[in-house]
């Protein structure tokens, strides 16, 4: 019944009232006409409670660093190796072109209005151009464009599970996953990565989780803490345990292409063609621009497994912000089709440079054992933490380096791995030197080899 159908035009003789203009059938007459009758409220003081869902939403790298007591050395200059954003520090600017797409975006002055809100048409066919390859095929129905690779991520989990459902998360993994999940009600199941193995998946543990609820898989490739890279074997070894399993797959995809010389990075959707795939990515890193918030998925489903009801999920949940920034959305096109290659392989060489230096300098500091990365733009450090023993955790250690050393690293407690650090290469070469000769001076000062004992020496 629409709300029309609460009016009723008074035609006949009014009725008597009751009590306080109340009509003997419940209705107030007001202007000639008739409305429902409301019962008074009771509430007599404010009580505004937050939500479920804001109560339940928690940052884990904020909960972690907030509780931490960050005092730097005011005889050394900080140096941050803790954020994720490439424009720090200001040496890793994007391409010229990429800025002349936006001015000329800007100057035509014909995206200043609300756009789809799956995007402009245009703009996400020239993402489905730029993506698309004859084993995994796209055309701009298959792409929806969001406000950052963030949203893209809170989209799929959003169309994919309903409140008791649970997902798997890479661990160590990315933050915002379990953030997310966890403020829709989602259970976060957590399969291991071995760091032996270059941070490959424990395939036998990450089948043991999946059960009757599991809604997805989250796949990140290549690595957010670790800046690991799966081989296309890998790959097709994941792919099978979700195929076998029935699983689909949200592939965060945001550093892809970002990898090494010698490395391969193929998407996960140009190796199956019968997994449903909701693969997430953006300009943030590849072009050196997060703050432009420029997101997508592409949906890749050729065995029409998603079908049009999570085609039109996702199409629903976009429509709750309106769409990406219209802006970006008219430059986008001219940014993947005018980037020179030759920005991509200088950010990947000052990456890989980076990498390979911090890597060697922490391979000969006694207590520490980094793993070399093949990609992305960090690097993940164990430590051997019964070889310090004034900290307790890596929370202690990575406290503690800032406060004598002026050296921030986010402690992997962040990311449900404790005992290791992660290391953000994206600062300039001469920061990335002075902090790890400030990270060996401080273990030199707290690191106790094993103690040998009259029984060891017996042996």
């Known amino acids: 019944m629409d709300n029309q159908a609460y009016l009723v035009q008074m035609k006949s003789k009014p009725r008597a009232l009751t009590g306080k203009g109340m009509l003997g059938n419940g209705f107030h007459p007001i202007n000639g006409g008739l409305h429902p009758a409301k019962s008074r409220s009771h509430r007599q003081r404010w009580e505004v409670k937050p939500s479920e869902m804001s109560r339940n939403t928690l940052n884990p790298i904020r909960a972690i660093v907030d509780g931490m007591k960050l005092t730097p050395n005011p005889e050394k200059p900080m140096i941050s190796l803790s954020i ?25 002055q014909e995206y200043n209005g609300y756009a789809p809100s799956v995007g402009y048409l245009k703009s996400r066919q020239a993402v489905a151009n730029f ?99 799966f081989s296309r074997e890998h790959l097709q070894k994941i792919l099978k345990v979700s195929s076998e399993l029935c699983v689909p797959i949200l592939a965060d995809e945001i550093y892809s292409d970002m990898v090494f010389p010698g490395c391969s990075s193929p998407s996960l959707a140009s190796l199956s063609s019968d997994v449903p795939i909701l693969s997430c990515g953006g300009l943030a890193k590849r072009w050196l621009v997060p703050g432009w918030r420029m997101g997508w998925i592409l949906i890749h489903d050729r065995n029409n497994i998603f079908g049009s009801e999570i085609r039109q999920g996702l199409v629903k949940l976009s429509q709750r912000i309106l769409g990406a920034c219209t802006i970006v959305q008219g430059a986008l096109e001219s940014i993947l ?54 900290f307790k955790s890596d929370v202690d250690f990575t406290e503690r380096l800032v406060t004598e050393q002026s050296v921030f690293c986010l402690p992997a407690s962040a990311f449900e791995y404790p005992n290791f650090f992660r290391i953000v290469v994206t600062v300039p070469e001469e920061l990335m030197a002075e902090a790890c000769s400030r990270i060996r001076e401080f273990c030199r000062g707290y690191y106790q080899p094993p103690s040998c004992d009259g029984n060891d020496l017996d042996q």
């Open 84 to 108: 994720g954003d490439p424009t720090m520090f200001g040496n890793l600017p994007t391409d010229g072109a990429v800025l002349q797409a936006m001015k000329d975006a800007i100057d035509s």
């Open 337 to 390: 089709d005018n980037t020179p290659q030759s920005f991509y392989s200088s950010t990947i060489s000052f990456l890989k440079s980076n990498s390979e230096m911090c890597f060697s300098e922490l391979s000969s500091v006694p207590g520490l054992n980094p793993v070399m990365p093949s990609g992305a733009m960090y690097l993940m450090v164990g430590i051997e933490i019964d070889h310090f023993p004034e």
């Open 131 to 229: 993506y698309s390859c004859p084993e995994a095929p796209l055309e701009a129905e298959d792409v929806i464009l969001t406000s950052g690779c963030s949203q893209a991520i809170e989209l799929a989990i959003s169309v994919l599970c309903n409140p008791g459902d649970n997902i798997l998360v890479p661990r160590p993994g990315f933050s915002l996953y379990k953030t997310l999940a966890v403020s829709m009600g989602v259970q976060v199941k957590l399969y291991n990565l071995l760091p032996e193995k270059s941070w490959e998946i424990d395939l036998q543990h990450l089948e043991s989780l999946i059960d009757e609820r599991t809604s997805c898989l989250i796949v990140t490739n290549p690595s957010n803490p670790c800046g690991s890279v």
